[in-house]
C-alpha cells in the first residue's frame, strides 16, 4: 500500500473509523462502481463483509449506491468524506448540548446528584492521547498561578496539534506564569521559537517525562506513549492526580 493511503487511513481511523471501513473509502474513492463482491476482492475481505461494511457507509453518507440491481456501490473525493464527517460530529455534538440543556433546565427529570465534592487526593486513569490533550486543556484551562508542561522530546508536537494550545495561550493572557521542561533538537526547535516570548523554556538533554503540573494542585503525568511522534496515541496512557500536597 502507498505510503499516502497509509497517511488518509491514519487521518480516517482518528477521525472514528475502522482500518477497514477506510480502506473501503479509499478504494471507492479510487474506483469505479462496484459491487460488493469486487470491492471485496479488491481489498482482501468476504463479499457479505463488504456489503455490511459499504451499508453501514452508506448509512452515514460516507458512501453512495446505485438504484438498480445488482446494487453497485461508488464513493466520493476524499475531501467530502472527511467533510461529511465533521458534519456528523458537530450534530452529535449539538445533540449532546441540547440533552445537557434540557437536563439542567427540567425540572420535572426524576434525576438526582450528590455533590461529590471533597478535600481528600484523588487520581484517575486517563487512555488515548486525544481524551488526555482534552483533559490538559481543561485543567489549564482553569490554572490561576502558574503551570509547569512536562514536553519530553515530542510533547510540544501534541500540544500545538490540540485545543490546549488555545488553553496555554489565554492562561498566560490571564497572568499565569508558564514553563516548560523538554528535550528540544534540531527537528523541534522551530516549534518552541514559535511560542509566546512570555513562556520560559527549559532544555535538559535526555530528559523524557510528559505532562503537566497546575498550581501545584493538578497533575497529569503520561505513563506510556507511543513510540511514534505522529501516531494517533490509542494506546498512550496518563494518570490525572489531584492533591494539594502534589509538588509538597
Do not use: C
Request: hydrophobic share 40%; net charge negative.
Amino acid at each position: 500500500m502507498e505510503d499516502s493511503n497509509i497517511q488518509v487511513i491514519e487521518k480516517f481511523i482518528e477521525a472514528g473509523l475502522d482500518e477497514k471501513q477506510a480502506r473501503l473509502i479509499i478504494d471507492l474513492a479510487t474506483q469505479p462502481p462496484s459491487k460488493a463482491s469486487e470491492i471485496g476482492k479488491r481489498i482482501g475481505i468476504s463479499r457479505m463483509d463488504a456489503y455490511n461494511s459499504l451499508r453501514k457507509l452508506q448509512e452515514q453518507g460516507l458512501v453512495k449506491a446505485t438504484l438498480d440491481k445488482p446494487i453497485r456501490f461508488f464513493g466520493m473525493k476524499i475531501e467530502e468524506v472527511f467533510e461529511q464527517i465533521i458534519r456528523i460530529k458537530e450534530m452529535d455534538l449539538r445533540r449532546i448540548q441540547q440533552n445537557l440543556e434540557n437536563l439542567s433546565t427540567n425540572l420535572d427529570i426524576p434525576i438526582m446528584s450528590v455533590d461529590q465534592s471533597t478535600e481528600e487526593d484523588s487520581f484517575s486513569v486517563l487512555k488515548d492521547r486525544h481524551t488526555i490533550m482534552a483533559t490538559i486543556e481543561s485543567v489549564v484551562s482553569e490554572a490561576e498561578n502558574h503551570v509547569w508542561l512536562l514536553l519530553g522530546r515530542w510533547g510540544i508536537l501534541h500540544l500545538l496539534r490540540s485545543g490546549a494550545k488555545g488553553s496555554v495561550e489565554d492562561a498566560i493572557s490571564r497572568g499565569v506564569d508558564i514553563k516548560i521542561v523538554a528535550s528540544v533538537d534540531k527537528r523541534t526547535i522551530r516549534f518552541f521559537d514559535g511560542l509566546d516570548d512570555k513562556i520560559e523554556v527549559r532544555h535538559h538533554e535526555d530528559f523524557n517525562l510528559n505532562g503537566v503540573f497546575v498550581d501545584d494542585e493538578v497533575g497529569i503525568q503520561f505513563v506510556h506513549t507511543e513510540d511514534s511522534p505522529t501516531g494517533r496515541g490509542k494506546e498512550d496512557t496518563a494518570i490525572l492526580i489531584e492533591s494539594g500536597m502534589l509538588l509538597s
